[in-house]
């Protein structure tokens, strides 16, 4: 079984900086994309970030130099690193990877930025 298990999340001014981190465990970690998404109430759930497994970055518009995503594959680790939050970046972010033909989720963390 196929678990990804988000931490990080919490409330920050705006401009301010957060750390999410999502550990999986019952896949070859060091094999697999890795993604974040994120949603707000009432909308679709959007990529953010992706890592491929040779470490290939990439990113949406909106966050393209103020977030850092990165994986540490020593303890099946993938984090995104916010910078420069906005209240526009407030949602419940979401780590995925693409495993045996399916896509698995975590069960998210809430960012919050507000003043």
């Known amino acids: 079984q196929v678990y990804l298990v988000e931490s990080g999340g919490g409330l920050v001014r705006p401009g301010g900086s957060l750390r999410l981190s999502c550990r999986a465990s019952?896949?070859?970690?060091?094999?697999?994309?890795m993604f974040w998404y994120r949603q707000t109430p009432g909308k679709q759930r959007d990529l953010v970030a992706g890592?491929?497994?040779?470490?290939?970055?990439s990113y949406v518009d909106s966050v393209k130099d103020r977030f850092v995503i990165s994986r540490d594959n020593v303890r099946a680790t993938v984090s995104l690193q916010m910078n420069s939050l906005r209240p526009d970046d407030t949602a419940v972010y979401y780590c995925?990877?693409?495993?045996?033909?399916?896509?698995?989720w975590g069960r998210g963390t809430q960012v919050t930025v507000s003043s």
């Open positions: 995925s990877t693409n495993a045996r033909g399916n896509q698995y």
């Open positions: 890592i491929t497994s040779d470490n290939n970055r």
């Open positions: 019952g896949i070859n970690f060091r094999l697999h994309p």
